[in-house]
Antibody, heavy 121, light 108 residues
Framework: QVQLVESGGGVVQPGRSLRLSCAASGFSFNNYVMHWVRQAPGKGLEWVGTIWYDGSNKYYADSVRGRFTISRDNSKSTLYLEMNSLRADDTAVYYC??????????????WGQGTLVTVSS | EIVLTQSPATLSLSPGERATLFCRASQTVSGYIAWFQQKPAQAPRLLIYDTSNRATGVPARFSGSVSGTDFILTISSLEPEDFAVYYCQQRSSWPSWTFGQGTKVEMK
């Protein structure tokens, strides 16, 4: 079955960096567009960014563009989110999610359990 | 940015009752609306996509529709496991997705 397992979250000081990983299994990772979505404590969902199945295209929310970078290693079936210049308002649970369709972007149909990132001094 | 406004913020109902949740977009979204269910300490779950298509494994009591500018999620008869927060999402303004603020369906 499809599984997505995030890791790498923790407490980090403002201005520092952190890299999240999302290990995928149970499907052909290299055929699917992948997404990152976050949720601040007690708040709603916010799309962070998307990477094409082959890594050729990447898209970011305005709130993270220039600070966050999405990448993937299809040989390891792993998705990454490199977060730089972290701010207090980046504090959230970060979810990775698989797209519904192969080779295109549509909806998030499988989600990981999330990893909590807390930005605090 | 397309803003999605969900109403009501909270819906207090009993098991067996019908739940009707609304999502209104600030601009046309051409039917590109999805609905997610989220329970405490769990990831969101895709219920409905493209206005009215049920995702795999979603019970038939969940349905999506549109009326004018309002997208609607209907739960025909609430089961105990349906009490949760529900979010709508649009992908019309790709590559900029937005979510509604959520509707909490709580047990009366």
């Amino acid at each position: 079955q499809v599984q997505l397992v995030e890791s790498g979250g923790g407490v980090v000081q403002p201005g520092r960096s952190l890299r999240l990983s999302c290990a995928a299994s149970g499907f052909s990772f290299n055929n699917y567009v992948m997404h990152w979505v976050r949720q601040a404590p007690g708040k709603g969902l916010e799309w962070v960014g998307t990477i094409w199945y082959d890594g050729s295209n990447k898209y970011y929310a305005d709130s993270v563009r220039g600070r966050f970078t999405i990448s993937r290693d299809n040989s390891k079936s792993t998705l990454y989110l490199e977060m730089n210049s972290l701010r207090a308002d980046d504090t959230a649970v970060y979810y990775c999610a698989r797209d519904l369709y192969r080779h295109s972007s549509s909806w998030c149909d499988y989600w990981g359990q999330g990893t909590l990132v807390t930005v605090s001094s | 940015e397309i803003v999605l406004t969900q109403s009501p913020a909270t819906l207090s109902l009993s098991p067996g009752e019908r739940a009707t949740l609304f999502c209104r977009a600030s601009q046309t979204v051409s039917g590109y609306i999805a609905w997610f269910q989220q329970k405490p300490a769990q990831a969101p779950r895709l219920l409905i996509y493209d206005t009215s298509n049920r995702a795999t494994g979603v019970p038939a009591r969940f349905s999506g529709s549109v009326s004018g500018t309002d997208f609607i999620l209907t739960i025909s008869s609430l089961e105990p496991e349906d009490f949760a927060v529900y979010y709508c999402q649009q992908r019309s303004s790709w590559p900029s997705w937005t979510f509604g603020q959520g509707t909490k369906v709580e047990m009366k």
